[in-house]
């Protein structure tokens, strides 16, 4: 079945980068963008970027444009986003989506998330 | 930028009951790019509706959407004591690409 498995919970402190992966199964990964959405703990949700497995090309929220990357290694059918200057404000499960490829380009699925926390 | 709104906040409801949640826009939006989502505590969110109406695979028949232009709603027309979450709206846009409403918490 379509699968999204990212990495595991991370701690950070302030000022540092995170890399968070996401290894894709189930389906041909460089078929269907890729997307980040995070949720602070208790909040909605916020969409940060999303980046195309097939040529690599990105576009980023610009609330996050400078500071996040997202890339991927379509060898081993894996995204990545990696964020970086970290704020305690960036603690948050971070998920990654695949989006579908109707219109609207629906999210479906998800990652089971990944927690990030950051403090000193 | 487009905003989404969502009423009510929170909907108590008793299982068996019918849900009605809504989804508004700032302006005008067309209908193929809303879609709706459901999130159960501690879990990640799920796909329930894409293109105001169309249900993604494997969701009951008893969760409807509609609406177009601002207005669009999400009907849970019989609910099941697995249906309390908390409900997204979504929209595909220009800038940011995707917007989610604040949520209806469903309990």
């Known amino acids: 079945q379509v699968q999204l498995v990212q990495s595991g919970a991370e701690v950070k402190k302030p000022g540092a980068s995170v890399k968070v992966s996401c290894k894709a199964s189930?389906?041909?990964?460089?078929?269907?963008?890729i997307n980040w959405v995070r949720q602070a703990t208790g909040q909605g949700l916020e969409w940060m970027g999303w980046?195309?497995?097939?040529?690599?090309?990105?576009g980023y929220a610009e609330k996050f444009q400078g500071r996040v990357t997202m890339t991927r290694d379509t060898s081993i059918t894996t995204a990545y986003m990696e964020l970086s200057g970290l704020k305690s404000e960036d603690t948050a499960v971070y998920y990654c989506?695949?989006?579908?490829?109707?219109?609207?380009?629906?999210?479906?699925?998800w990652g089971q998330g990944t927690l990030v926390t950051v403090s000193s | 930028e487009i905003v989404l709104t969502q009423s009510p906040g929170t909907l108590s409801l008793s299982p068996g009951e019918r849900a009605t949640l809504s989804c508004r826009a700032s302006q005008s939006v067309s209908s193929a790019y809303l879609a709706w989502y459901q999130q159960k505590p501690g879990q990640a969110p799920r796909l329930l509706i894409y293109?105001?109406?169309n249900r993604a695979t494997g969701i009951p028949d008893r969760f409807s959407g509609s609406g177009s232009g601002t207005d669009f709603t999400l009907t849970i027309s019989r609910l099941e004591p697995e249906d309390f979450a908390v409900f997204y709206c979504?929209?595909?846009?220009?800038?940011?690409?995707?917007?989610f409403g604040p949520g209806t918490k469903v309990d």
């Open positions: 189930g389906y041909t990964f460089i078929s269907y963008d």
């Open positions: 980046m195309s497995p097939h040529h690599g090309n990105t």
């Open positions: 293109g105001a109406s």
């Open positions: 979504q929209l595909y846009g220009d800038s940011p690409l995707f917007t």
């Open positions: 989506v695949r989006a579908l490829n109707v219109g609207g380009r629906p999210f479906d699925p």
